[in-house]
C-alpha cells in the first residue's frame, strides 16, 4: 500500500461564497482521483490524502476584522500585528490556496444576511493579503459543478481524470480554460504555449 503524503487545502472566500459544499464536493471527488492512480489503497486512507479546510486562520482574522468594521476602507487592519503576521505563517503551510469568486447564483446569495458591499470587501482583503505575503493562490469561480471542476483543475495533474455530474439544466460547455498573461503557474504557462503552437 503506497504511503500517501497528506496535501491540504485552504478554501477561502466571503460569506455565501460556497465554502463548505465545495469541500464536501471536493472531498469526494479527489478521493475518486487518488483511487484511480491506487486503486489498491482502501477508501478510508484516499479520504485522509486530502485535508480541505473552510476555517483557515487568515480566514478567521479577517472574517473578524470585517465584522467588526462600520466602514470599508480596509484601514482597520494591521498587517504588521503579530496575529496577522502569525496567520500568513500558517497559511503558507498549505499546499494549495483556493480562493472562491463571488459570482454564486442570487438563489444562494439571498440565504446570507452579509451585504454585497461586505463581500466585496472581504474578497478584496482576501486577494491583498495573499498577494503582499507572497502566498500562491488561484482563484474559483462558477458554480456548481463547473466550480468543482475548477478546483479539481487547479489541485490535480492533467493527467488525473475525474467525471462530475452534468446537473439537469446544465448545457454542454467548452472546457474551462484560464488564459492570463499576468500570471507565473507553470500549468497555466504551458497550456497557453501549447494552444499556439497548436495554432500556428
Known amino acids: 500500500m503506497t504511503a500517501f503524503k497528506r496535501l491540504t487545502v485552504a478554501l477561502l472566500g466571503a ?4 465554502k463548505k459544499s465545495l ?10 482521483v487518488s483511487a484511480a492512480i491506487e486503486p489498491a489503497t482502501s477508501a478510508a486512507t484516499l479520504q485522509r490524502h486530502w485535508q480541505i479546510t473552510t476555517d483557515a486562520p487568515l480566514q478567521c482574522l479577517l472574517q473578524r476584522v470585517v465584522g467588526a468594521v462600520s466602514h470599508l476602507d480596509g484601514s482597520n487592519l494591521d498587517f504588521e500585528s503579530t496575529d496577522f503576521q502569525t496567520s500568513l505563517r ?14 454564486l447564483a442570487p438563489t444562494a446569495l439571498a440565504m446570507h444576511s452579509q451585504s454585497a458591499d461586505v463581500r466585496s470587501h472581504m474578497d478584496a482583503l482576501l486577494r491583498r493579503s495573499l498577494a503582499q505575503a507572497g502566498i500562491p493562490f488561484q482563484v474559483i469561480h462558477g458554480e456548481g459543478d463547473e466550480r468543482l471542476r475548477q478546483a479539481l483543475s487547479a489541485l490535480t495533474p492533467p493527467s488525473a481524470e475525474v467525471e462530475t455530474p452534468p446537473s439537469e439544466t446544465s448545457r ?4 474551462w480554460v484560464w488564459a492570463c498573461d499576468k500570471c507565473s503557474d507553470p500549468v497555466c504557462e504551458h497550456r497557453l504555449l501549447s494552444d499556439l503552437l497548436l495554432n500556428r
Not at 469541500?23 to 475518486?32: D, M
Not at 500558517?90 to 459570482?103: A, K, N, P, S
Open 23 to 32: 469541500a464536501e464536493a471536493l472531498s469526494q471527488a479527489l478521493a475518486a
Open 172 to 175: 454542454p460547455r467548452k472546457p
Open 15 to 18: 460569506d455565501a461564497s460556497g
Open 90 to 103: 500558517e497559511q503558507r503551510r498549505f499546499d494549495h490556496t483556493l480562493l472562491l469568486g463571488l459570482d
